[in-house]
């Protein structure tokens, strides 16, 4: 488990899992969830609870019950008692992944299950005093984040580059004057930054664009046509090119903003003002080809965290030797065949496909986090903090695997080595 992009972020935890809510539930926040309903699941739950521990107070218990009357249970447990029961519809499928995101407003929990609004669940108990989450039961986590507090400062793993996007879903708040993306050069107030995105409700609506170098700020870029909506949820996307920054406002061309900074300064988020965020989300560009920096070693790991397309068909992931291409260890998932192809690649000719697994994680639309060991002899490859399987070495040394190549039908929000 360890801390990833996000104002708090919680990755592939063990279940039972109990932690603490950073700085608390507040007004605005986002806690999102997502996981993998087990084929043979009968319940689990998510608590919002009042401390860290199987006797305090819960604020929420969001409860699935697959149990012949299939529903999610609602409730909340104060003072040693259970309070009154609501019931819901069934959501989920076994055996498929989801996304429950649960928004904390003045009133009441708003609850999301894959994007979609599914129940309000009205406070029982003061927000104040949210501190932690629980859960347990029959489910596989993948990732925890705790959204929408602002200003939010956070890092950009591996920094950007040409292809890749900032994907953020929010909502201007009512009395919103302004609100700002910086995309910055360090995780710092006083850092340079390559990116101003600046909406203003100031009676001359406007999105105002800039740069911030050497303590001084550049001359402003101002877009007169605001495509925000006060109290209105919005979803911002910015692709990052050679030339620039392309900007989409909920999925319509907005405004190109020209590089002033080098794009490979920029390693770090920072969001404020009059607004909720929901999710950040930086995704990497599909083909990917990266070389290795110091080659490949005994002990090196490679962690891999993203989810095949909606329609994926297959994707692959190779560790290679750039000079001749030859691929050292082949990864491809054929999701739509529902196996894990691995092989190697010398001179032309592939070797002897290996198929065989204990378990397929891959599916279409599935979250995974996988980490890819080099150990002396073979590779040892893991998902979701599971044995997958061991390769062993065929082109050797290993030290002239100096490449990584990322093709097919798959998104990554996290890479690392």
Known sequence: MSSGFGTQSVYDPAIPYMGPISGGLKEGMSVAVKGVAPLNMTRFAINLRCAESDSSDIALHFNPRFDGKDKVVFNAFKGGSWGSEEFYQMPLTKGEAFEVVIKATSEAY???????????????????????????????????????????????????????????????????????????????????????????????????????????????????????????????AFMVTTEGYQVKVDGQDFYTFSHRIPLERVCAIHIAGQVSIQSIKVLGVIPYSTLIPGQMSPGRTFTFRGNALNDADSFAINFMESKSNNIALHINPRVKDKIVVRNTRIGGIWDKEERELIFNPFGPGLFFDMSVTCDNDKFKVSVDGQHLFDYHHKLKPVNIIDKLEIVGDVEFSYISF
């Open 110 to 236: 708003k609850i999301k299950v894959d994007g979609k609004d599914f129940y309000t669940f009205h406070h029982r108990i003061p927000l104040d005093r949210v501190c932690a989450i629980e859960i347990k039961g029959d489910v596989s986590v993948q990732t925890i984040h705790f959204l929408g507090k602002i200003p939010y400062m956070g890092p950009i793993y591996g920094g950007l580059k040409d292809g890749m996007s900032i994907n953020i879903q929010g909502t201007a708040h009512e009395d919103m004057d302004s609100f700002m993306i910086n995309l910055r050069c360090a995780e710092s107030e006083s850092s340079d930054i390559a990116l101003h995105f600046n909406p203003r409700f100031t009676g001359w609506d406007k999105v105002v664009f800039n740069s911030f170098e050497n303590d001084s700020w550049g001359s402003e870029e101002k877009i007169r046509s605001m495509p925000f909506t006060k109290g209105q949820p919005f979803k911002i």
